[in-house]
């Protein structure tokens, strides 16, 4: 007789209507795709959803693009995609805690990041210059997943990616997908504040003194506190919240981190620049649509589109090297 237990996805489903809350997304229950697919004999549609993306090339990019500073010279800095993985961690946490579809909830977390621009937040800036509306890295991921790397995933994880930001003020189809809103936000404020103390940027007795109240010390305390926040006020209501007074703490932590991290005047010239390669990068691609690769080009986009495409997938030092390549002068 075997040591072991065959795990089929047939006996994951059951073991969710036992287990999951009334209010999780059973795996069963899974929206189609938009190409219909056979179910899997061993894995449930969001767990096949969560491994199409750990092995997609957005995701591997992830490695080498900017979370907060740029070209760190120290090991321990977070990535975009250390930070992701940090966000599928607390995602987990709190999705298993509220017996929500921890598959789900970590799928959507996984890939929540994947259509950022080359130097984060400030590439997503310049990006918006071009774009009408302005242009957001959710919908970026999104389009990935559905047009330039097609993987064919759930609605249910589409929808969790398009709605992560704060500022979309939209709640996902399913109570994973809004996880991944707190997710993000306790992953980054933790981690990048403690980058900020590693980098001599940051001195821990200028953190105001409500935030270490309410969350201890950074680091851990901060991520454990923050979590539970979120678990105990979301069983009171029934919907993925944060407890209030902690909630007003982290609000005021982020404004605390914009004005003394993100949006230090040391950092402006580096800013500066990231900003004239995104926008040098998209100018010249305009005027020289064949140099495009042949994988973003696709004739239902316009131009603007497919290179907006093509250099937002840019890792920073792709970035780098190729406006290097396309504008410093060559001396022999």
Same mark, same amino acid.
């Given at each position: &007789?075997?040591?072991?237990?065959?795990?089929?996805?047939?006996?994951?489903?059951?073991?969710?209507?036992?287990?999951?809350?009334?209010?999780?997304?059973?795996?069963?229950?899974?929206?189609?795709?938009?190409?219909?697919?056979?179910?899997?004999?061993?894995?449930?549609?969001?767990?096949?959803?969560?491994?199409?993306?750990?092995?997609? +090339?957005?995701?591997?990019?992830? +490695?080498?693009?900017?979370?907060?500073?740029?070209?760190?010279?120290?090991?321990? /800095?977070?990535?975009? &995609?250390?930070?992701?993985?940090?966000?599928?961690?607390?995602?987990?946490?709190?999705?298993?805690?509220?017996?929500?579809?921890?598959?789900?909830?970590?799928?959507?977390?996984?890939?929540?990041?994947?259509?950022?621009?080359?130097?984060?937040?400030?590439?997503?800036?310049?990006?918006?210059?071009?774009?009408?509306?302005?242009?957001?890295?959710?919908?970026?991921?999104?389009?990935?997943?559905?047009?330039?790397?097609?993987?064919?995933?759930?609605?249910?994880?589409?929808?969790?990616?398009?709605?992560?930001?704060?500022?979309?003020?939209?709640?996902?189809?399913?109570?994973?997908?809004?996880?991944?809103? /707190?997710?993000?936000?306790?992953?980054?404020?933790?981690?990048?504040?403690?980058?900020?103390?590693?980098?001599?940027?940051?001195?821990?007795?200028?953190?105001?003194?409500?935030?270490?109240?309410?969350?201890?010390?950074?680091?851990?305390?901060?991520?454990?506190?923050?979590?539970?926040?979120?678990?105990?006020?979301? /069983?009171?209501?029934? +919907?993925?919240?944060?407890?209030?007074?902690?909630?007003?703490?982290?609000?005021?932590?982020?404004?605390?981190?914009f004005e003394n991290v993100y949006l230090r005047p040391e950092v402006e010239n580096q800013q500066r620049?990231? +900003?004239?390669?995104?926008?040098?990068?998209?100018?010249?691609?305009?005027?020289?649509?064949?140099?495009?690769?042949?994988?973003?080009?696709?004739?239902?986009?316009?131009?603007?589109?497919?290179?907006?495409?093509?250099?937002?997938?840019?890792?920073?030092?792709?970035?780098?090297?190729?406006?290097?390549?396309?504008?410093?002068?060559?001396?022999?």
């Open positions: &007789m075997s040591e072991f237990i065959l795990r089929t996805r047939s006996v994951t489903e059951d073991q969710e209507r036992i287990f999951l809350a009334p209010g999780a997304t059973f795996s069963s229950s899974a929206s189609e795709r938009v190409d219909v697919e056979a179910p899997d004999e061993l894995r449930t549609a969001f767990e096949r959803d969560y491994d199409r993306i750990i092995h997609s +090339k957005a995701f591997r990019r992830l +490695k080498h693009k900017t979370q907060v500073f740029m070209n760190p010279e120290g090991d321990h /800095y977070v990535t975009r &995609m250390t930070h992701t993985l940090q966000v599928t961690q607390v995602g987990r946490a709190i999705a298993r805690a509220l017996s929500l579809n921890v598959a789900l909830a970590e799928a959507v977390c996984l890939g929540h990041d994947v259509g950022h621009s080359p130097f984060g937040h400030t590439g997503e800036d310049a990006l918006s210059e071009f774009v009408d509306g302005g242009w957001r890295h959710s919908e970026q991921s999104v389009r990935i997943f559905e047009i330039l790397e097609p993987l064919n995933l759930t609605p249910e994880v589409l929808s969790g990616i398009r709605t992560h930001p704060w500022k979309v003020g939209e709640r996902a189809t399913s109570h994973e997908g809004d996880v991944v809103k /707190y997710a993000d936000r306790i992953a980054y404020l933790a981690h990048d504040a403690l980058d900020a103390i590693r980098a001599g940027v940051l001195d821990v007795s200028a953190i105001p003194p409500d935030v270490i109240a309410a969350f201890g010390e950074p680091g851990r305390e901060w991520v454990a506190s923050m979590i539970q926040a979120v678990i105990d006020e979301s /069983y009171k209501q029934s +919907k993925i919240v944060m407890e209030s007074t902690k909630l007003e703490a982290m609000h005021e932590l982020r404004a605390f981190m620049r990231a +900003k004239e390669i995104v926008r040098d990068l998209v100018s010249f691609y305009l005027e020289n649509l064949g140099q495009l690769p042949q994988s973003y080009q696709h004739p239902e986009a316009d131009d603007l589109t497919q290179v907006v495409d093509f250099v937002a997938g840019m890792t920073d030092r792709y970035a780098i090297r190729t406006h290097d390549e396309l504008f410093r002068p060559r001396l022999f």
